[in-house]
């Protein structure tokens, strides 16, 4: 459908500056589960046509910064979210890390709350480029041309509208992708994707326009999370949520638009091992919608009484949403589109994840991180297996502890990442 109205556009068509368009997102499209790497390409190749004041490129610089020696390599990331947010707890220390004998390293900040991380980046580059309010607006980009860059890496395509319009241009002789958001951008423009190995199949390049780079580490250097032990101190209960307290409590603590249709027989499998078991999520209390659509479809399929046992948590402050994930008896990942930071700081704390890999349509986080971490027990091939395991882990409490154990043991491996 994109592509019949990409042709079908005329040179006349009627346009609005882009410094004052709302970009229109494609941030869900990644979440209904199918390769979109031809819809992604329709749909850039539709905004370059109608909005072409968005493609700059300068041939003349780029050729001059290709055939310059310069001592350093000048580098710059882009973000809108070089703040306490998951994309900067990801790659914040990666960026501060870089060696400034080899690096000279420019940030591209669209933050508007910034904080301490923010702070923190700032003194730790060489340039830190605060765009404040005005944000990643076409009449801006002479701040990130002017600086005269051979490596452009954008942290997280399609997560916001701002860094996305930047990314249409090429301002670097070489320009790369990470997986914020984790979805091909379908832009020219872009020339690498980068994952690491653990997170892809092997047919996981076929969903990426840009090449797929894959490599040995996991691509990001998250700090190990204190700040989980440090919430642990207080207390949470479920009761006042109608879980009894000899519960056993699977934790999917995702936000409302990862419960896919195809997700749904694992949950009704889970919710099918006893009286006992609860399943607990989280959602914003601003979105009701979701969460009405997701009970209403749990009832029909499931039936009344299994969906009872599905209990919605209103999203929470970090130290009760931390005491909310210790009391989970066993955490499930959910698919297609997984978890990432969440399951980091779940680590922490050593509760077990289920993961389904195979069903995951977007970089599998979570696998990736067991592999790291050299603990596989966890990573099931079906939604079928996912929920034998589910039950092992429930009943069988020694079996739970060895597995907590491994976790334990091995976490460090995945946080501080060299």
Known sequence: GVKVLSETVKGDVKKFTLNQLSYPPTFYIVYQGYNDKNLMSDIRTFYDKIHPEIIKTDVNRLNAAVASSPSKIKIGFVSSYFRRHSVCKLWCNFISSLDPETFEVHAFSGTSKADEWTSKLSKSVSYFNDLGSTGFLLRNTPIISDSNLDIIVYLDIGMDTGSTLWAHSRFAPIQMALWGHPVTTGMESMDYFLVNDDFESDH????????????????????????????????????????????????????????????????????????????????????????????????????????????????????????????????????????GVTSLEIFQQCKVIITVPREQSVPALTKGMYVEMGVEDFIVEDWRRGVEVVERVLRDEEFRKRGEDKICSSKAKIYDVD
Do not use: C
């Open 204 to 339: 996981g390049v076929d969903r990426y326009n840009e090449q797929l780079v894959r490599f040995d580490w996991l691509t990001f250097t998250f700090p190990e999370p204190t700040y989980v032990d440090s919430a642990l101190s207080g207390s949470f209960s479920l009761l006042d949520y109608g879980v009894p307290l000899d519960s056993k409590i699977v934790m999917i603590p995702q936000s409302m638009q990862k419960f896919h249709l195809e997700f749904d027989d694992l949950l009704d499998g889970v919710l099918g091992l006893g009286d006992d078991v609860y399943i607990v999520a989280v959602y914003e209390s601003k979105k009701t919608l979701w969460k009405d659509m997701l009970h209403s479809r749990f009832v029909e399929k499931m039936g009344k009484e299994k969906a009872e046992r599905f209990k919605f948590i209103p999203t929470l402050p970090p130290e009760e949403f931390f005491l909310l994930t210790s009391l989970a008896t066993v955490v499930v990942d959910p698919y297609p589109f997984g978890g």
